[in-house]
């Protein structure tokens, strides 16, 4: 192979972290087994990989939280015994976790050296304050080092995990599903801020779902499948399709084909909605939503800004303060869930396990579970159990829902399999309305897929479908009109097909979209 001349001046960068046949395992689970994976100095190294892939075990191992039964982990080449994440720190490797270990009363500068090193026994914060601010301003991160962590948005709380880091002098960066919470523009500046990274001589591992992300900011990419390494290629040699298939062993429709639907009448309305948090704070301030017939109307957001309450009030599981829900014209406000969905009212919630299933009820349970004292699968003051077989079957072979068995405990099923169950529970009703939240979260791009035209096809048979979900890509895929949610109250409404991404993330944010000036911050606050 002849090197053109800008490659010969450039060599390789060396290793400077590497797995030899790790394994790792959770009782009789191989979570890992028998990974090799290797960093080079300076690269950003993407590791993908379905849900239960083991990518996220593979990161702990390398930070120290595990310690993996057999293999080795080598460090600058020399093999090394990580016991703690103490001793991951000490080599120079900081992670940044998905759910962020933050001390919410304390400042930014308070969070960012607890833990660390001090030779005086006085915490000298102003030097501290110095030091943070420099890496600040090296990686143009903007970031009040005053402030509460209560006071930080969500994205403003990551740079904060990020600065921890940082400010003990990592050299290998993790970070685990970090864009999960951003918005499109945090996700680009902080896109950004890792090549700058990146061209200074970080090392970064990014753990993701997201195949536009991995195209866009990895050099290389390990994919991990059952907790085996598939491949490790260079993210130039390679499309999102290729990745794909690895990913899940076929070939996956990116984009489902979705037909041009006139809407009907309006079947599920909200009017002036108003319902408190867990903590007794307003976090719905007067919702008006119509969805038709025939239509998928989607709620873009960043968590946290009313969605679930949203979502919770709609179903009869929070109550709500003020206003009305009404389904084809009759005023459903005051009905629990079950009433609700003998009405027509059906739903996804976004968590599986909490709210859509019993994990110790076998499947065949899990699929009437709310129907059982319904025909067909009511027998006297019993449950008839030929129907519930029978229906159970019928569904496992519908919905493709792998298990060895009916009896099977749904806890002992994949999150994609989980999902079907509800699915497959939740359709058998034939809803006139249909509400998802976060219906493919933590699920691979295979189950996704499956997922989506399942929605699609309820729309095209006359439902009403409003979906809810903090992944745009989603939302553009599926929807027919957008609604904006921010701090409770809706922002604005806008035809899928019509809008910008660009707009909607600035909305999700809280700042006015004008794409020939510079964006402002809306002024919308509790009352």
């Not at 660390?116 to 009040?144: F, H, P, W």
């Not at 919470?181 to 970064?204: A, Y």
């Not at 290629?233 to 041009?260: N, P, Q, Y």
């Not at 009212?345 to 699929?367: K, Q, T």
């Amino acid at each position: 192979m002849v090197l053109n001349s800008e490659e010969a001046a450039q060599p390789a960068n060396p290793v400077i972290l590497e797995t030899i046949r790790l394994t790792k395992q959770f009782g009789s689970v191989v979570a890992n087994d028998g990974v090799d994976f290797t960093l080079r100095k300076a690269e950003i190294h993407c590791l993908l990989g379905e849900n239960g892939a083991g990518k996220s075990t593979l990161a702990e191992c390398l930070y120290g939280y595990y310690h993996p039964e057999s293999g080795e982990i080598h460090h600058k080449g020399r093999a090394v015994s990580l016991s703690s994440p103490s001793d991951a720190i000490n080599l120079g490797i900081g992670m940044v976790h998905q759910h962020f270990i933050l001390i919410e009363p304390l400042s930014v500068v308070e969070n960012i050296i607890i833990g660390t090193k001090m030779k005086s026994t006085l915490l000298n914060l102003a030097q501290a304050e110095r030091k943070i601010q420099d890496l600040c301003d090296q990686y143009g991160v903007q970031l009040n080092l005053k402030a509460k962590i209560w006071q930080l948005s969500v994205g403003e709380q990551q740079w904060v995990e990020i600065l921890k880091a940082l400010y003990v002098g990592c050299e290998i960066l993790i970070l685990d599903e970090p864009t999960a919470v951003l918005t499109p523009q945090e996700t680009e500046r902080m896109f950004g801020v890792l090549r700058q990274m990146k061209s200074q001589g970080l090392s970064i591992i990014l753990i993701t779902h997201k195949l536009g992300e991995v195209m866009d900011i990895s050099d290389r990419v390990t994919v991990l499948r059952k907790g085996k390494r598939i491949n490790t290629v260079d993210t130039r040699d390679v499309t999102k399709e290729d990745l794909a298939r690895m990913m899940v062993g076929r070939s996956v429709i990116f984009r489902v084909h979705k037909d041009a639907l006139e809407p009907g009448e309006v079947v599920l309305e909200a009017q002036g909605l108003r319902a408190l948090s867990d903590m007794g704070q307003e976090m719905l301030r007067g919702i008006d939503l119509a969805v038709h017939s025939r239509e998928i109307l989607a709620i873009a957001g960043v968590a946290g800004n009313g969605q679930r309450e949203l979502f919770e009030t709609l179903i009869g599981a929070r109550k709500a303060t003020a206003g009305r829900v009404l389904l084809r014209g009759e005023d459903i406000t005051g009905l629990p869930p079950r009433k609700r969905l003998l009405k027509g009212l059906a739903h996804v919630p976004e968590d599986r396990i909490r709210m859509g299933l019993i994990p110790e009820f076998s499947i065949a349970e899990n699929l009437i579970l709310g129907n059982q004292r319904l025909a067909p699968f009511r027998k006297g003051l019993g449950i008839d159990d030929g129907q519930v077989q029978k229906f159970a079957k019928e569904s496992v072979e519908t919905f493709e829902i792998a298990t060895p068995s009916i009896r099977q405990r749904t806890r002992f099923l994949s999150g994609g399999n989980q999902q079907k169950v509800i699915l497959a529970r939740e359709l058998h009703q034939r809803p006139q309305a249909f509400l998802v939240h976060q219906p493919t979260r933590g699920l691979d791009v295979g189950v996704i897929e499956y997922v989506h035209q399942q929605i699609l096809a309820l729309r095209s048979s006359g439902a009403a479908i409003l979906l809810m979900s903090e992944d745009l890509s989603e939302i553009f895929s599926l929807a027919d009109r957008i609604l904006v949610m921010y701090r409770g109250a809706i922002m604005g409404a806008f035809p899928a097909d019509e809008t910008r991404l660009d707009e909607i993330g600035c909305l999700m944010a809280g700042f006015e979209y004008d794409p020939g000036a510079q964006n402002h911050k809306i002024g919308l606050e509790y009352e």
